[in-house]
């Protein structure tokens, strides 16, 4: 029955699911759950079923007076460690999906952003081709280089206690916030060059709203599976 939920279905039932733990047992798998997902290469269908499998095994040693401790043992990390290299990579297949899904979403919005006021004024736009494809790979590594950070600061942490989670979320908001100001800010500070063409004021807001809505179906597509 299991196999013919979809990721999405297998992530909203360990959601549900994990309200039914007790604080400790919670706080113990949590954070598990997180170290494991923090491994973007692995399958995440893999990875959604084992982490519903751990947990209603928990959860039936919960009902026998058990912790998650007596269940997983005292070294959830080591434990954790195991279980990932037992787990497939994702497909290249889904990995290209996700990518795209990505590079859509990323591009959309920034065309969407940069299309508001030309589409409010009313006026079209001069694009330099060259300047066009410079923002788009600082944003694409951009994005890319904070995932990084953030899915090593998750995994990284994902045993500590609360005072040293609550850093890290100020440690990554900082970190958005810095590569936010230097996206936007290199628009600003670097010269337009490159071939230069005019496109209606529309053409940018609808180009960005395709990409969008590609990514979209990007998204559900994956979600389907």
């Not at 947990?55 to 990932?84: C, N, T, W």
């Not at 959309?108 to 299309?115: A, E, R």
Request: proline fraction near 3%.
């Amino acid at each position: 029955m299991r196999m013919q939920m979809t990721v999405k279905e297998l992530v909203r039932q360990n959601n549900d699911k994990r309200k039914s733990l007790t604080p400790e047992n919670q706080e113990y798998y949590e954070n598990m759950l997180v170290y494991i997902r923090t491994n973007a290469l692995k399958s995440e269908r893999a990875v959604e079923e084992v982490l519903l499998e751990m947990l209603d095994h928990l959860l039936e040693a919960q009902r026998e007076g058990k912790k998650a401790e007596d269940v997983f043992g005292k070294s959830p990390k080591e434990l954790a460690e195991e279980i990932i290299q037992t787990l497939p990579k994702e497909s290249f297949k889904e990995t290209v999906d996700f990518v795209l899904e990505m590079v859509f979403t990323l591009f959309g919005w920034y065309l969407v952003v940069g299309g508001i006021i030309p589409l409010i004024s009313g006026e079209d736009q001069t694009i330099h081709l060259g300047s066009l494809l410079l923002s788009g790979i600082l944003l694409i590594a951009s994005v890319v280089t904070l995932l990084f950070f953030l899915f090593g600061i998750l995994k990284k942490t994902a045993f500590e206690d609360k005072k040293g989670k609550s850093k890290v979320n100020w440690y990554l908001g900082f970190l958005f916030v810095l590569f936010f100001i230097g996206g936007v800010g290199a628009n600003f500070v670097l010269e337009p060059f490159g071939p230069a063409f005019t496109i209606s004021y529309l053409l940018q807001f609808g180009l960005g709203c395709f990409f969008i809505l590609a990514a979209f179906l990007f998204k559900k597509l994956r979600e389907s599976k």
